[in-house]
T-cell receptor, first 114, second 111 residues
Framework: EAGVAQSPRYKIIEKRQSVAFWCNPISGHATLYWYQQILGQGPKLLIQFQNNGVVDDSQLPKDRFSAERLKGVDSTLKIQPAKLEDSAVYLC????????????FGSGTRLTVV | SQQGEEDPQALSIQEGENATMNCSYKTSINNLQWYRQNSGRGLVHLILIRSNEREKHSGRLRVTLDTSKKSSSLLITASRAADTASYFCATDETGGFKTIFGAGTRLFVKA
């Protein structure tokens, strides 16, 4: 079974620039999550999709972050404009559904904002 | 805010020793999960324990759950250098949609 694919692996941008991350979940997984992990901390949920609908985006800074999941498969997370404090690893994960076992995570995108 | 809090924050042991990590949480949960994260990599799911279970085993891993104390422990027996990683607990809140992660325990196993 192929894992969760994420790209790019690394990204360095200047503050106020925009950036986009891409995620391809495991085939058949209805639920997709984007997490932000700042160095030394645990992952913080940004947004959760069930198929192509948003279930929870309460911790997504909507003035600068946006995400979509077209056709209930791939997803993109965008930051515009980026701030220094957005430097983190952005993790995508997928699961069959809530309460149906653990998540499968991708390797993440490490973003550095300078 | 984070639901789970791991203890200790960091742990250093010799190869062959057992490692125990604890997790406390605040609200009622459906299940609790443990994940491992090697440096610079994504998280790997280790084990899930449901709220009506008290203990679960998987290979060298043993997880306990005490819902009355809102706490869980992860025991790694006969540790190996390859177990060096960060370990996170995560909880699915009852009636909620989120899985919330703690800040993690950093385990270092010396060869």
């Amino acid at each position: 079974e192929a894992g969760v694919a994420q790209s790019p692996r690394y990204k360095i941008i200047e503050k106020r620039q925009s950036v986009a991350f891409w995620c391809n979940p495991i085939s058949g997984h209805a639920t997709l999550y984007w997490y932000q992990q700042i160095l030394g901390q645990g992952p913080k949920l940004l947004i959760q999709f069930q198929n192509n609908g948003v279930v929870d985006d309460s911790q997504l800074p909507k003035d600068r972050f946006s995400a979509e999941r077209l056709k209930g498969v791939d997803s993109t997370l965008k930051i515009q404009p980026a701030k220094l404090e957005d430097s983190a690893v952005y993790l995508c994960a997928s699961s069959l559904g809530r309460g149906q076992g653990g998540y499968t995570f991708g390797s993440g995108t490490r973003l550095t904002v300078v | 805010s984070q639901q789970g809090e791991e203890d200790p924050q960091a742990l250093s042991i010799q190869e062959g020793e057992n490692a125990t990590m604890n997790c406390s949480y605040k609200t009622s949960i459906n299940n609790l999960q443990w994940y491992r994260q090697n440096s610079g990599r994504g998280l790997v799911h280790l084990i899930l324990i449901r709220s009506n279970e008290r203990e679960k085993h998987s290979g060298r891993l043993r997880v306990t759950l005490d819902t009355s104390k809102k706490s869980s422990s992860l025991l790694i027996t006969a540790s190996r250098a390859a177990d060096t990683a960060s370990y996170f607990c995560a909880t699915d809140e009852t009636g909620g949609f989120k899985t919330i992660f703690g800040a993690g325990t950093r385990l270092f196993v010396k060869a």
